[in-house]
Each structure stands twice: as structure tokens, then as C-alpha cells.
T-cell receptor, first 113, second 110 residues
Framework: KAGVTQTPRYLIKTRGQQVTLSCSPI?????VSWYQQTPGQGLQFLFEYFSETQRNKGNFPGRFSGRQFSNSRSEMNVSTLELGDSALYLC????????????FGPGTRLTVL | EDQVTQSPEALRLQEGESSSLNCSYTVSGLRGLFWYRQDPGKGPEFLFT???AGEEKEKERLKATLTKKESFLHITAPKPEDSATYLC???????????FGSGTKLNVKP
């Protein structure tokens, strides 16, 4: 079974630009969560989607948004990028109903210059 | 408020020297506690889920245990390939959110 895939793996942007990251969950998984990981803050929850609906949201500004498609693939968008948005963005999928284990993708390394 | 605290932040062991990592949590209702391993530049790799106090799970040299307020990850006779950052996460009953600890960076020297 293929794991969680994320594209692109690396991204360099400049302040003020916007970026879209993509995540394809494990086949059959309907829940997708997004996290931001930085050396100083660790792993911080951004949001969770299940069946195309946002179920939970972390404490991030409105510049961070996401969506989920009918095939469970998810995208995350960050508008008006700031230097502090440089981080590893991780996507995790779970079946949700059958236990709560989350399986992570390799992440997208975003650098904002 | 810190829902999950991991200690120590870093741990250096000699190969074969057993030790334990700690994860303490303060959520009101625990739905589950999760252990992950993360290698540099990679996403976390799922290790264990624990649901109730007294529960234990084992995998190779790793054993996870859970009490009402903390979890331990015991590493028996570690090898250099066990070097990684070990993350603990808890999921609340009410909102299903996951809270991650800052991790313990383990370095096992041959």
C-alpha cells in the first residue's frame, strides 16, 4: 500500500507570495490533517479535513487555508507569505473510524526569503 | 498551556545502554496517546497507540506504557539505528485534536 505523498518536496518563495501544497492520503483514508513543524515550536496542528469538511482548526491566522477533494486529496494554501512561515509542512492521513493512528507524509520544506 | 511535555530534550546512550523517555500530558479527557519516531528531514513514523492506563505495547527494542498522567517509552539495549527524535502526541476526547510534545532527540553511540 502506498504511503502518504506530498508535493512538492521543496519550495522556495519570497515574502508576499502565496503557495499551495498538495497531499495524497493512503488509499482508503478519509481524514487528512496538516501540521507545521519548526525547530522552535515543534509540530503544530493546522487543520483537519474529513469527507471534504474541515473538522478541526488550530490557532493559525486566516492566511492559512485548506480544502479536501472528493477523492480525499487535500491542498493547503498560504497567502501573503512571511519569513516566519518557513517550516516543514506535514500532512497526515487516518482512516478515522478504525482507530486514530495518523500516518505522515515526508513533508514539504518551505523556505520564505 | 502545555498539554504534552517530553523529557529529556536530548539523550545520549552507549549501544546496549537501556533507558526510558517520558511523556506527561494534561488533557482533560484522553482519547489516545501516540508515539512516533522521526528521522531528520522525514515525516514522523507511527510506532504505538495507547488508550488506557495500564496498557503496554512492544515492538522490537521499544516498549510503551501508559499511566493516567504520563507515558514512558522504554528502549532496551539500543542500537545506533535507534537514533532519532521520538515524539509523543495526545488526542483529546472532546475535539479530536492532536497535541504533540517537542520530542526527545536520542543519540545512540556504537
Amino acid at each position: 500500500k502506498a504511503g502518504v505523498t506530498q508535493t512538492p518536496r521543496y519550495l522556495i518563495k519570497t515574502r508576499g507570495q502565496q503557495v499551495t501544497l498538495s497531499c495524497s492520503p493512503i488509499s482508503g483514508h478519509r481524514s487528512v490533517s496538516w501540521y507545521q513543524q519548526t525547530p522552535g515550536q515543534g509540530l503544530q496542528f493546522l487543520f483537519e479535513y474529513f469527507s471534504e469538511t474541515q473538522r478541526n482548526k488550530g490557532n493559525f491566522p486566516g492566511r492559512f487555508s485548506g480544502r479536501q477533494f472528493s477523492n480525499s486529496r487535500s491542498e493547503m494554501n498560504v497567502s501573503t507569505l512571511e519569513l516566519g512561515d518557513s517550516a516543514l509542512y506535514l500532512c497526515a492521513s487516518s482512516f478515522r473510524d478504525r482507530g486514530n493512528e495518523q500516518f505522515f507524509g515526508p513533508g514539504t520544506r518551505l523556505t520564505v526569503l | 498551556e502545555d498539554q504534552v511535555t517530553q523529557s529529556p530534550e536530548a539523550l545520549r546512550l552507549q549501544e546496549g545502554e537501556s533507558s526510558s523517555l517520558n511523556c506527561s500530558y494534561t488533557v482533560s479527557g484522553l482519547r489516545g496517546l501516540f508515539w512516533y519516531r522521526q528521522d531528520p528531514g522525514k515525516g514522523p513514523e507511527f510506532l504505538f497507540t495507547l488508550y488506557s492506563a495500564g496498557e503496554e505495547k512492544e515492538k522490537e527494542r521499544l516498549k510503551a506504557t501508559l499511566t493516567k498522567k504520563e507515558s514512558f517509552l522504554h528502549i532496551t539495549a539500543p542500537k545506533p539505528e535507534d537514533s532519532a527524535t521520538y515524539l509523543c502526541a495526545v488526542q483529546e476526547n472532546n475535539f479530536n485534536k492532536f497535541y504533540f510534545g517537542s520530542g526527545t532527540k536520542l543519540n545512540v553511540k556504537p
